[in-house]
């Protein structure tokens, strides 16, 4: 692969992920969630539970921005937030019980949202898709971990 090329290729992932979700809506029947907090949850839900930092960059939305995020999943009952014992200046997020349901939810439609995207695509470019999104996850979580 050329190295002109990375750009072109990386200007592509957020394309993607916008037309896999652009019209996605979760319904919940008394809470209403956001996108941002979507994220939030999901990112909760994959590492139990994380310094509040770590989640905003996670999700790449400003720590200032992510405050009122994180204000907001309190609020609903989705997230509780606490101190780090050995660092109190470090707030914590973990989700609740009614957060880990909620998420459940949100992946399981989320999932549907996608297979019904997939519809135009045979066996073959879906599984093309699922193994080239695995291979960028894996290195992503390297790269990141190798900071």
Known sequence: MEKENYVEYLSALPRFRKAM???FSFEHHDIDI???EEMALMYLHRNNSCI???VSRMI???KSTFTAIADSLIEKGLVERSTLKNDRRKSILILTLEGKIVTTEI???MNEHICYKYR???QDEIN?????LK???KYTNRIINDK
């Open 34 to 36: 956001n996108k941002s």
């Open 21 to 23: 979700l652009e019209d």
């Open 128 to 132: 093309e898709i699922i193994s080239s």
């Open 135 to 137: 291979t960028l996850y």
């Open 52 to 54: 509040m930092s770590e």
């Open 107 to 109: 992946i399981k439609a």
């Open 60 to 62: 790449c939305v400003e």
């Open 120 to 122: 135009n695509l045979n």
